[in-house]
């Protein structure tokens, strides 16, 4: 049995139909495992000590009645807990920064998934940018004369915030668009942080595929299709998930990536593929472990915690 700590946004809030982070609780809970939440904001570092104020949780199938909580305590993470899911969703800010900082105190004597330095070092849309040959044309950058310039050479184009998330703040911009200096203009107005700038890619309106890896090995795919004439295919923006097969390139591509996300410690993971290429890499909560299991029978939360308890016998 692995006392685990659950960081994430209020569990009673939850879709359990559709939220992974509920599946991994299920699972973990099978498995046998004694399970706490807490939100990041707790987090309190005193002393060199690393605490939080968690409640005890029990979980089941059933929406709205899916989760019973214990009185509150103030958990020791390096000490009380073996395992820690850092699962709150993003945006990914100062604040979530701050807590990978807060949880790298504890790790690796307290197993935190995913590693929280290589999350904090790995920006979905970032980390992509390692793997040329993978990636459809792409620039990163606030410098609204060199998006521009982006713009002009490739056309159809989609531009997104950095440390965006669920499609948010997504926009395509067509060939000739006049709107793109307005959006970064507005983009400023909110954030400092830069822009991503890439290709646009046809073939979204087939779908924008989630292919889910556990320690760097493909588990399952879906396919997420957007709304008619939406180039957001995410399912929180109406995005409908369908089954979906991995094709070659699939293979190829997550052959590719793996070995570098399982020396990174980073043991969930979601890509985004479009047609041939791979978008994002998301590490920070990747969601679609519900839809894959739905489709296919295929948990990859189990395997998920096959690899954790592995880990924590080893060490």
């Known amino acids: 049995m692995l006392k685990v700590a659950i960081q994430m946004d209020p569990m009673e ?17 099978a498995r046998g495992h004694r399970l706490w939440v807490y939100d990041f904001r707790t ?7 690393l605490f939080c104020r968690a409640r005890p949780v029990t979980v089941q199938e059933k929406q709205g009645d899916h989760a019973t909580f214990g ?24 604040a979530y920064v701050t807590a990978t900082y807060l949880l790298e105190t504890i790790h690796p004597h307290t197993l935190v998934v995913n590693d929280p330095a290589e999350v904090r070092s790995a920006p979905e849309k970032l980390l992509v940018a390692q793997f040329q040959g993978l990636t459809p044309p792409t620039m990163i950058t606030g410098d609204v004369v060199q998006l521009t310039d982006f713009h002009a050479r490739h056309g159809d184009v989609v531009l997104k915030p950095l440390h965006g998330a669920a499609g948010s703040g997504v926009v395509r911009l067509k060939a000739g668009d006049p709107n793109l200096a307005a959006l ?4 400023a107005m909110g954030s400092r942080d830069p822009l991503v700038i890439q290709k646009f890619l046809p073939a979204v309106s087939a779908g924008d595929k989630r292919i889910l890896l556990v320690d760097g090995e493909p588990v399952g795919a879906i396919n997420r ?16 998930a369908q089954p979906v097969e991995l094709t070659a390139r699939d293979k190829e591509i997550c052959a590719a990536i793996g070995p570098t996300l399982r020396e990174r410690g980073l043991i969930f993971v979601g890509i985004d593929v479009i047609g041939d290429w791979m978008t994002e890499i998301n590490v920070t909560s990747p969601t679609g472990a519900q839809q894959l299991k739905r489709f296919t029978g295929i948990d990859a939360t189990d ?8 880990k924590r016998t080893a060490g």
């Open 71 to 94: 009185d509150r305590v103030r958990l020791d993470l390096g000490a009380d807990v073996d395992v820690v899911l850092m699962r709150q969703d993003p945006p990914f800010d100062m």
């Open 303 to 310: 395997r998920m915690w096959e690899v954790i308890e592995a």
């Open 184 to 187: 970064v203009e507005i983009h």
């Open 225 to 240: 299709v957007p709304q008619k004439d939406q180039v957001r295919s995410n399912l929180r923006v109406g995005g409908t």
């Open 43 to 49: 987090l309190a570092l005193e002393d060199g000590r």
């Open 13 to 29: 809030a939850v879709d359990i139909a559709s939220d992974t982070t509920f599946l991994m609780a299920l699972t973990g809970q």
